[in-house]
């Protein structure tokens, strides 16, 4: 990987990791290379999303590979994985180089899953959550840490303090 990546047009990402209803939805901003090229969401290896929605909701930790289970446990606690861009111009996996945005269509999935609260994961994801689906929703998202590995300030237990008093009431934490 060269120190000085070029800009590159992606899209579309990922679809909406979603059963027919969901209370919450967690949103990304777009999905990173390492998870566009698994094509599953927060595919990185040392990305925390999975770890910690397996902390909070009472689930084995899965595998890398094992899509089923990362899968089930969205599934099995009426959650939506989503991220907030369809499309756009990045360098490699630098959010803060995002530009040229086509947003996803946010508003009408959270009407058809039912959804009553949205969760971004990381300042990033809620910028672009307010400039773009806000004012299509009308529902406030709640901005929590993010489960990168760049955001290494936060260790796990702070995540799953902060994820866990946000998330709380969404998910059937034994």
């Not at 047009?9 to 999905?31: M, W």
């Not at 009408?108 to 009553?116: D, M, P």
């Not at 910028?127 to 990168?148: D, I, N, Q, W």
Request: with cysteine; net charge positive; hydrophobic share 40%.
């Amino acid at each position: 990987m060269s120190a000085r990546q070029e800009f590159t047009r992606v899209g579309p990402g990922l679809p909406p990791l979603c059963g027919d209803r969901a209370g919450a939805l967690i949103l990304g901003s777009f999905p990173s290379p390492k998870s566009r090229a698994q094509g599953f969401y927060y595919g990185h290896p040392r990305n925390r999303f999975w770890p910690l929605m397996a902390s909070l909701t009472g689930e084995p930790t899965p595998a890398r590979e094992d899509l089923d289970a990362k899968r089930e446990i969205i599934l099995r606690h009426d959650l939506a994985v989503w991220d907030v861009i369809r499309a756009c111009t990045i360098r490699g996996a630098s959010d803060a180089s995002i530009r040229d945005v086509e947003p996803n269509d946010l508003a009408a999935l959270i009407r058809r899953l039912g959804v009553t609260a949205v969760f971004c994961n990381g300042t990033t994801s809620g910028r672009l959550y307010e400039k773009y689906a806000l004012p299509r929703t009308g529902l406030p998202a709640v901005v929590l840490p993010s489960t990168s590995p760049a955001n290494a300030a936060w260790t796990m237990d702070r995540l799953r303090q902060a994820w866990g008093a946000a998330l709380g009431s969404f998910v059937n934490n034994p």
